[in-house]
């Protein structure tokens, strides 16, 4: 079991910057890679960046150039950096720890946490 917590997320003006934040516990030894999605309202879950154990990195087009992903792995933690925001990267981030264990994969989720960016 891993659990994940976000932090960071709230209200920008178009052009801002946030930095979010995701702490992970429990068998976090396991974790192969994290990442974050975003969901808008009416629209589907969508990946947004991921990051593996070994620093390998994959961003959606949408965000490539603006978004950086991080990880610390002496503290479990995956960070998004977020510059030139955008009104259309509104939406609720969550971030996602992928496991294998038994060349089984194992996914899990936090809460979510609401970026607003106004224009």
Do not use: H
């Not at 209200?11 to 702490?23: D, E, I, K, N, T």
């Not at 965000?63 to 510059?83: C, E, H, P, W």
């Amino acid at each position: 079991q891993v659990q994940l917590v976000e932090s960071g997320g709230g209200l920008v003006q178009a052009g801002g910057s946030l930095r979010l934040s995701c702490a992970a516990s429990g068998s976090s030894f396991e974790i192969n890679a994290m990442g974050w999605y975003r969901q808008a309202p009416g629209k589907q879950r969508e990946l947004v960046a991921t990051i593996t154990t070994s620093g390998s990195t994959n961003y959606a087009d949408s965000v490539k150039g603006r978004f950086t992903i991080s990880r610390d792995n002496a503290k479990n933690t995956v960070y998004l950096q977020m510059n030139s925001l955008k009104p259309e990267d509104t939406a609720v981030y969550y971030c996602n720890a992928k496991l294998i264990i038994a060349l089984r994969e194992y996914y899990y989720w936090g809460q979510g946490t609401q970026v607003t960016v106004s224009s």
